[in-house]
């Protein structure tokens, strides 16, 4: 697993946006699309690369082990015991197990993704602020949600943040 690799970097500056986190988690919680699919996505728009439907299934299915037996249990565990103080210190073992899973999956992500970023760097257009969030938008209603009308509205949130942040 490296060290450090463009997909994560990215993730880590978006998810330090706490208006940006707090869109995550709420997509996360509420509509069930994986972060990390979500963080994808924003990084394949930002390189002006379009998620396809066959990639993104490729990309559940090779991580579909990782995310179902791994994370999402860790993950489910650790927000028990939030209330719980006495297992302050299990609940950041957990944190740390599971932010090594998320980098785990992220390379593995990365490393699919990898062949499209390089294409997409032959064929750079550089995109109008408005194509780059028909593209960002686009890429996100592709992601697996168990509610898609949260995740609809959730969505626009997050393709207005950005849209937001692209201003700047």
């Excluded at 396809?52 to 490729?58: C, Q, R, V």
């Excluded at 939030?82 to 992500?109: F, G, V």
């Amino acid at each position: 697993m490296s060290t450090t690799q463009p997909l994560w970097d990215y993730s880590i500056e978006m998810y330090d946006q706490p208006a940006l986190r707090d869109l995550l988690q709420q997509a996360q919680d509420e509509a069930k699309v994986d972060i990390n699919f979500i963080l994808l996505a924003l990084f394949a728009s930002h390189h002006e690369v379009k998620l396809t439907a066959a990639f993104l299934d490729h990309a559940y299915a090779k991580t579909h082990d990782l995310r179902v037996v791994g994370i999402n249990p860790i993950r489910i565990l650790r927000n028990a015991w939030k209330s719980k103080p006495s297992l302050a210190s299990q609940r950041t073992a957990l944190l740390q197990l599971e932010l090594s899973l998320e980098h785990q999956l992220q390379d593995i992500l990365f490393d699919l993704f990898e062949p499209r970023l390089l294409q997409s760097q032959n064929d750079v257009v550089h995109l109008l602020p408005a194509q780059t969030l028909a593209l960002t938008q686009g890429n996100l209603e592709r992601l697996y949600t168990e509610s898609q009308s949260l995740w609809d509205d959730i969505l626009l949130k997050i393709c207005q943040h950005v849209l937001g942040a692209m201003a700047k």
